[in-house]
């Protein structure tokens, strides 16, 4: 042990010196140092975060964020988890899909969207080393040699512009750096889970360096098919991905460059024919998480491919940094999804037989172009200002068993300018505050419309329904903030702000011979106080804070249900109200806790909105009906909101010989939630709860740790989300992982 520089046996020495000059005998300096020591080795350390495009301590930015970096997303990771893994694992932050591993959906505080369609609009972000992820495919790009996650909770549209009403979840991966530096980690578990990851870096020469990274995950098919007889039919898939990265370095001029890409074939989401009984959503007799019975060809097989590109420039000038972010995104692919659940024989099956769909994601191009000037100083009043430009461009051929297969096109333009200033009015008190204007457009369009290999003839008044679509919007939205540090330690923070999601065009029904639909912009008032504090000599960290939001035409999805469609409305209103609690304590040197709890009211505000519930009249609908049997929904939740999230985390450190020996522990538990836009006594979830643990070795002397881990460790069953127009099928969460996994770092 050294302290200082000096070993423990210096120290002692000069404590018996000093002692003896002081009138203090050796054994209570020791007692002192040692105590000393402690203290130290116990604290917190200060984590610091870019959530105002500029490196700050969490503690210091008035906005509720939670991050996740070292064995905390490792941990949570270990199985080879896709991005969804994150639902849960931070307060108020949700997250699931109904297409595998290739397109998630993210809700914070309540707000998200449920279209499962590959031209989905949501209103959490998804950024990624400063660029924006757009579509559905983009945001589930593999998660590794990540450096840290930022959930931003609330509106966040001034500096990070349109759709993000709900927050954003920022990576940000290991940058290059001079020193060497490298690492590889192997695992193998249960389902044939074999992943290997790793990255090399260093410099090149005194002013340019490089990273390479790299990871390889594979999970063998472990599903049965009773229908086909096939064993081991569906359920895995095989991931590549790799990142190059290059930072040039001068006294004027910094310059990061990324190339990166993604190759992936997998198991689309398992949907499993009437697992729940009429009444209950309870999982019934019909649910066997190792077999699924499909009469469709191709077993939900997916695949996509994906690369993208960026260019981050910092010109130094005169007391400020300008900043150019240049970024190119490609993506194309599609997959199969045997809708039904298994087939019409299957016990309890409905009237309606087979149903599957394939989606193709055609030519996905998304091009951003971001400037920002900074300011660099240490004066009271800092600032920021820029301009952004987004275009996206993509097509989806839709292919139905009895409609044929159909194409349409999606178009965005996007540009914004803004600015942010804060100001700091003496040692107590900072007030911040920003603007953005922003201008949107997306066009729409029909293409071929095949059945059986010939073009379908469409009607003169489909015709007309079917015509070019274009919709434009312009918005401004703004921030209000103050910050006082009543202490070096603790601060109260209070912030206003409005923000908005842009209109969306949804053109999937076209496949099934329906017109498109438009959802005009939402726009968000969001309200929030919140207190940052580090206690007990900063071995607690105690983060909370509350929350009203107001949206007004807030865009809702309505799938499925009698009409079996995807079509987008608009509620006259929607409100939110809750709190967030995140805390990490520092118990004992070798000993330290952590997590959180979110509560979250959400309710839409409509008198007359109606949507059509369940179809064949299986589920038991608890909303009023008219008189033609659809579901009007005010006053219901926000659907796939959870009303509470707990998650808890704890890590214990044993020490031997060069190293130690710790235990990772880590359990969620997620509250009501309602999986549609109406209720229903099936289609909803409460308690669902997952564990995790880890056991390792770390081997100090020779940089390298071995472990054991479990995830979901106790093998629940939870109810993630359901299709409702023919029977009562469910999806669930992923089983039961257990592994080892080596890691070795070299410097």
């Given at each position: 042990?050294?302290?200082?520089?000096?070993s423990?046996?210096?120290?002692?020495?000069?404590?018996a010196?000093?002692?003896s000059?002081?009138?203090?005998?050796?054994?209570?300096?020791?007692?002192?140092?040692?105590?000393?020591?402690?203290?130290?080795?116990?604290?917190?350390?200060?984590?610091?975060i870019t959530?105002?495009?500029?490196?700050q301590?969490?503690?210091?930015?008035?906005?509720?964020?939670?991050?996740l970096?070292?064995?905390?997303?490792?941990?949570?990771?270990?199985?080879?988890?896709?991005?969804?893994?994150l639902?849960?694992?931070?307060?108020?932050?949700?997250?699931?899909?109904?297409?595998g591993?290739a397109?998630?959906?993210?809700?914070i505080?309540?707000l998200?969207?449920t279209?499962?369609?590959?031209a989905?609009?949501?209103?959490?972000?998804i950024?990624?080393d400063e660029?924006?992820?757009?579509?559905?495919?983009?945001?589930s790009?593999?998660?590794f040699?990540?450096?840290?996650?930022?959930?931003?909770?609330?509106?966040?549209?001034t500096?990070?512009?349109?759709?993000?009403?709900?927050?954003?979840?920022?990576?940000?991966?290991?940058?290059?750096?001079?020193?060497f530096?490298?690492?590889?980690?192997?695992?193998?578990?249960?389902?044939?889970?074999?992943?290997?990851?790793?990255?090399?870096?260093?410099?090149?020469?005194?002013?340019?360096?490089?990273?390479a990274?790299?990871?390889?995950?594979h999970?063998?098919?472990?599903?049965?098919?009773?229908?086909?007889?096939?064993?081991?039919a569906l359920?895995?898939y095989?991931?590549?991905?790799?990142?190059?990265?290059?930072?040039?370095?001068s006294?004027q001029?910094?310059?990061?460059f990324?190339?990166?890409?993604?190759?992936?074939?997998g198991?689309s989401?398992i949907?499993?024919?009437?697992i729940?009984?009429?009444?209950?959503?309870?999982l019934?007799?019909?649910?066997?998480?190792?077999?699924?019975?499909?009469d469709?060809?191709?077993n939900?097989?997916q695949?996509?491919?994906?690369?993208?590109?960026?260019?981050?420039?910092?010109v130094?000038?005169?007391?400020m940094t300008?900043?150019s972010?240049?970024?190119?995104?490609?993506?194309k692919?599609?997959?199969?999804?045997d809708?039904?659940?298994?087939?019409?024989?299957?016990?309890g099956?409905?009237?309606?037989?087979n149903?599957?769909t394939?989606?193709?994601?055609?030519?996905?191009?998304?091009?951003?172009?971001?400037?920002r000037?900074?300011?660099?100083?240490?004066?009271?009043?800092?600032?920021?200002?820029?301009?952004?430009?987004f275009?996206?461009?993509f097509?989806?051929?839709t292919?139905d068993?009895?409609?044929?297969?159909?194409?349409?096109?999606?178009?965005?333009?996007?540009?914004?300018?803004f600015?942010?200033?804060?100001?700091?009015?003496n040692?107590?008190?900072?007030?911040?505050?920003?603007?953005?204007?922003?201008?949107?457009?997306?066009?729409?369009s029909?293409?071929?419309?095949?059945?059986?290999?010939?073009?379908l003839?469409?009607g003169?008044?489909?015709?007309?329904?079917?015509?070019?679509l274009?919709v434009?919007?312009?918005?401004?939205?703004?921030?209000?903030?103050?910050n006082?540090?009543?202490?070096n330690?603790?601060?109260?923070f209070?912030?206003v702000?409005?923000?908005?999601?842009?209109?969306?065009?949804q053109g999937?029904?076209?496949?099934?011979?329906?017109?498109?639909?438009v959802?005009?912009a939402?726009?968000?008032?969001?309200f929030?106080?919140g207190?940052k504090?580090?206690?007990?000599?900063?071995?607690?960290?105690?983060?909370?804070?509350?929350?009203?939001y107001?949206i007004?035409?807030?865009?809702?999805?309505?799938?499925?249900?009698?009409?079996?469609?995807?079509q987008?409305?608009n509620?006259?209103?929607?409100?939110?109200?809750?709190?967030?609690?995140?805390?990490d304590?520092?118990?004992?040197?070798n000993?330290?806790v952590?997590?959180?709890?979110?509560?979250?009211?959400?309710?839409?505000k409509?008198?007359?909105?109606?949507?059509?519930?369940?179809?064949?009249?299986?589920?038991?609908?608890?909303?009023?009906?008219?008189a033609?049997?659809?579901?009007l929904?005010?006053?219901?939740?926000?659907?796939q909101?959870?009303?509470?999230?707990?998650?808890?985390?704890?890590?214990y450190?044993y020490?031997?010989?060069?190293?130690?020996?710790?235990?990772?522990a880590d359990?969620q538990?997620?509250g009501?939630?309602?999986?549609?836009?109406?209720?229903?006594?099936?289609?909803?979830?409460?308690?669902?709860?997952e564990?995790?643990?880890r056991?390792a070795?770390?081997?100090?002397?020779?940089n390298y740790?071995?472990?054991v881990?479990?995830r979901?460790?106790?093998d629940?069953?939870?109810?993630?989300?359901a299709?409702?127009f023919?029977?009562?099928t469910?999806?669930?969460?992923?089983?039961?992982?257990?592994?080892?996994?080596?890691?070795i770092?070299?410097?």
């Amino acid at each position: 042990m050294t302290l200082f520089g000096k070993s423990a046996l210096a120290v002692a020495v000069q404590a018996a010196i000093f002692g003896s000059v002081l009138g203090f005998s050796p054994a209570t300096m020791a007692q002192e140092s040692d105590k000393n020591l402690e203290t130290e080795e116990k604290k917190l350390e200060t984590i610091t975060i870019t959530a105002q495009r500029r490196s700050q301590s969490i503690q210091e930015v008035p906005i509720s964020v939670a991050t996740l970096s070292g064995e905390k997303f490792d941990s949570i990771f270990s199985s080879g988890d896709d991005i969804t893994a994150l639902a849960i694992k931070v307060p108020g932050l949700y997250a699931e899909s109904s297409n595998g591993r290739a397109a998630p959906r993210f809700y914070i505080r309540g707000l998200g969207n449920t279209d499962f369609d590959l031209a989905a609009s949501q209103p959490v972000s998804i950024v990624m080393d400063e660029v924006v992820m757009e579509n559905v495919i983009l945001k589930s790009f593999p998660l590794f040699d990540i450096q840290q996650v930022e959930v931003i909770r609330g509106p966040q549209g001034t500096l990070f512009g349109r759709n993000t009403t709900a927050g954003i979840i920022k990576f940000d991966t290991v940058k290059p750096r001079q020193d060497f530096d490298a690492y590889v980690k192997t695992t193998a578990g249960t389902l044939g889970t074999a992943h290997v990851e790793g990255a090399v870096g260093g410099g090149l020469t005194d002013a340019l360096s490089a990273r390479a990274s790299f990871l390889s995950q594979h999970r063998s098919n472990w599903v049965d098919n009773s229908f086909t007889g096939q064993q081991d039919a569906l359920g895995g898939y095989d991931e590549r991905a790799g990142r190059l990265q290059f930072l040039y370095e001068s006294d004027q001029v910094d310059a990061l460059f990324n190339v990166h890409s993604r190759s992936y074939d997998g198991t689309s989401t398992i949907f499993r024919k009437n697992i729940l009984t009429p009444g209950s959503n309870d999982l019934n007799e019909n649910y066997d998480r190792d077999v699924v019975a499909y009469d469709a060809p191709g077993n939900n097989v997916q695949s996509y491919d994906a690369w993208g590109t960026s260019l981050k420039l910092d010109v130094k000038l005169d007391g400020m940094t300008l900043t150019s972010i240049s970024a190119l995104e490609k993506a194309k692919g599609g997959g199969i999804g045997d809708i039904d659940g298994g087939n019409p024989e299957q016990a309890g099956s409905a009237t309606v037989a087979n149903a599957v769909t394939e989606d193709q994601l055609r030519d996905l191009k998304q091009v951003t172009q971001e400037i920002r000037l900074a300011s660099d100083t240490n004066n009271a009043l800092s600032w920021q200002t820029g301009a952004f430009y987004f275009d996206s461009s993509f097509g989806v051929n839709t292919i139905d068993g009895f409609f044929g297969a159909t194409e349409v096109f999606h178009g965005n333009t996007s540009w914004a300018i803004f600015g942010q200033s804060s100001y700091k009015v003496n040692d107590k008190l900072t007030l911040t505050g920003g603007l953005r204007y922003t201008e949107d457009e997306k066009t729409f369009s029909v293409g071929q419309q095949n059945v059986d290999g010939f073009a379908l003839v469409i009607g003169v008044a489909q015709i007309q329904d079917y015509a070019p679509l274009k919709v434009k919007d312009d918005q401004v939205s703004w921030e209000l903030s103050a910050n006082y540090r009543f202490s070096n330690t603790t601060s109260l923070f209070a912030r206003v702000a409005e923000g908005f999601r842009a209109q969306t065009i949804q053109g999937r029904d076209v496949a099934f011979e329906a017109p498109p639909s438009v959802a005009d912009a939402e726009t968000i008032t969001s309200f929030e106080v919140g207190t940052k504090s580090d206690l007990l000599d900063n071995t607690l960290r105690l983060n909370a804070a509350l929350f009203y939001y107001i949206i007004d035409d807030i865009q809702l999805s309505a799938i499925g249900g009698q009409t079996q469609g995807n079509q987008l409305i608009n509620a006259d209103k929607g409100t939110g109200y809750g709190f967030e609690v995140d805390f990490d304590y520092r118990v004992l040197p070798n000993l330290s806790v952590g997590g959180g709890f979110s509560y979250n009211n959400t309710e839409l505000k409509d008198d007359t909105l109606t949507v059509a519930p369940c179809g064949s009249g299986l589920c038991t609908v608890l909303d009023p009906r008219t008189a033609g049997g659809l579901a009007l929904i005010n006053g219901n939740p926000f659907p796939q909101a959870p009303k509470t999230i707990l998650t808890l985390n704890s890590r214990y450190a044993y020490p031997v010989a060069s190293g130690e020996v710790y235990v990772y522990a880590d359990y969620q538990l997620q509250g009501k939630t309602n999986l549609f836009l109406y209720e229903s006594a099936e289609f909803r979830s409460n308690n669902n709860y997952e564990a995790g643990l880890r056991i390792a070795y770390v081997n100090d002397q020779h940089n390298y740790e071995v472990g054991v881990f479990g995830r979901n460790i106790t093998d629940q069953d939870n109810l993630k989300g359901a299709i409702d127009f023919s029977n009562l099928t469910g999806f669930v969460n992923e089983p039961r992982v257990m592994g080892v996994d080596f890691r070795i770092n070299f410097f």
